[in-house]
């Protein structure tokens, strides 16, 4: 019984601890990436999305108003003319759409959240840590094929393979690679459910030597024609919102934004 | 006032809109980087939209037979050309955390018959505030309750224009809201119309509605319970959840103790006077099921089944019918055209119901979102004359511009009701330039 007892510690010794160890050091590392783009709890973010043609030129232009709140909620107010009115809020795995036709909340699927070029979940959900565990692979070159890294940004990195810890984030599985020096984001592979490549991200940092936060996230869209997004963060600001603004019924309201 | 002159006030108004967004732009672009803290105290949106609309009238039905045998004495619906331009603007007011919204419209429409004509009006306009934990609203207002799409028992305060072939932007209703909101749920009260007499019929009637609101993790839950003064009480009760990625299902239910509804004719066949009346019918109820499937490839289905206790009954189709049958009989009889012609016309009256055309109904739409384009192909269904409307269309939405196209067809056989309705065949484009 007494060999049986030390192999079983001898087992979890070998195992275990160093996988919780990892665990632990992955959500440390995602935490520090998330400082990058949103470096308080409860966020006012100003955003625009820039959706390119084929030859690099401009097809869309849209902005949006970000407010980012504890607890995991987000509000997305719609900007631009064509989509001025509609509202998105997202509570933890569950999210409503109010267009102002109709001026009724409705609930909509994780999937249909996904919609779009740069989908409200890309535009919504800023941080990883706590939405998705993994484990830390290794170093490698920051830079790939596709994904080239910009001049003077980090040449070494650490890959994480991350799962959903959640059944409502927007996707399931993300290759991330994080600076290896500074632990801000580099680039990413975004995986939805069924394990297809739908996005690849690159991160855009406002000094290249020594990052303090991410300028812009370029992705290009795998699912659609491998279209360019370029979501640039304008502003951000620390801002608590009012309780009743995340509640889905109070999205037919008007609030002022001041 | 000819047409081009309509034609060119409305453009000149519709400048003279989009002119103020300008300076509100250019006042935020100069505030940089401050953001959404900078925004103008005055906000103003809006679009101007063109629109040709072809329509095809039926050529069978009681108002088919009744402009053969005297024309004109059933009046068609024509093609139309329209250009609107929509106004929506929102302004603090000098108490403290109030505000003044509103939407206008401004309307000039061309018929294809020669006739034209310039309309404008108030789709909202209240005041907002919170006071007290409570959020208030004093004026004209939209407000939906319901969790349907083709269907809506529970917007109990109005009922929105379903399934339109190109949706416009409602028109609210006169009322007076108190709303309270807490971490997962919401009260809302309603006295709406309160200034009309207590005899109007249902869309102007006086009446209090109450709906409280609940959030069980993926689930959303609604009460309903409304008092009119004439249609007395009806409660409701509604859900929405999300038990997947992909998939969102709903259903509404409504009890009623009396609505209102156009009764047909039981006397004499005819008649010198339009016999179709509104009255209370008695106790009924409507019942909503339904839900949507999204998948990755951006490919949506919804699917709802819902039976309307509001609509005509089987019988009721059948006496219509008989009737329109009998005074068409009675030309062989040597009656006079111009008074079976009159009869046949007000039997239209039939088919001039709020809601359903049928109790029994299935909907279905198919939807694809590819970049900018969005096709759609839609079918309502009636199983009781398996009577079909197909409509299929397609979306393109840019920056600011959005181009849209479809069409609208009847199907089945030929006694069902739907072949009946005075428009067979619809088409339409349209240009929304959004500011």
Redesign the interface.
Known sequence: MRYVTHFLIAIYAAFVIPNAANGQDVQGLLRAADQYRVPSDNL?V?TLVESHRADGSVD???RY?VFVQTGRKSLVLMQ???E??QKVLMLG???WLLM?????P???????K????ASTGDIASMSWAGDYSGRLVGEEPCASDTMPVAAGGPTVCQRLSLQAAR?GVTYQHIELWLSRDHHEPVRADLY???D?L?KQARFVMDRASAPTQVDEMVLIDH???D?QTIIRY??R?QRTVP??W?????L??????? | MTCARKLKMLILAALLLARPTVWAQDAGADKGADGPAGAAALELSGHVRGIALGQRAAQAGPQAVANRLQPGTAETSPSVALLQSELRAGAPLPWENWRAQGITTLQTRQRSDGRGDITGWVNEGYATGSSFGWQWALGKKVVSWDVGYAFRPNDVVQQETRRALLPVTLSGRPVWMAEHFADDSAWALVWANPLQSRTADAPAEPALALRYYRRTGAVDWHVFARWGARTRASVGAAFAGVPSEELEVHASWRAFAHTDRIAGPSGPLLVAANPWQRELSGFGHQLLVGGTWTNARQFSLLAEAWWDGTAPSRDNWLAWRVRNAALSGLLAHGAPAFAVAGNLAWQMQGLGYDTSLQRANLFTRLSWKHEAWEPSLDMLYTPADRGRIVTAALAWQGDRVKLEGGLRAMFGPVDAIVRQLPVQRQGFVAVTWAF
């Open positions: 006012e100003e869309k232009r849209k108003i631009s003319p064509g001025k009115g795995d569950d999210f102002p036709s109709s001026q009724r409705m609930r909509i699927t994780p999937m249909q996904l919609l779009g070029e059944k939805v459910q069924s297809k739908a699912l659609g024609n279209k304008l502003g600001k309780a009743e995340l509640n889905p019924m109070f037919s309201q008007n609030p002022a934004l001041d």
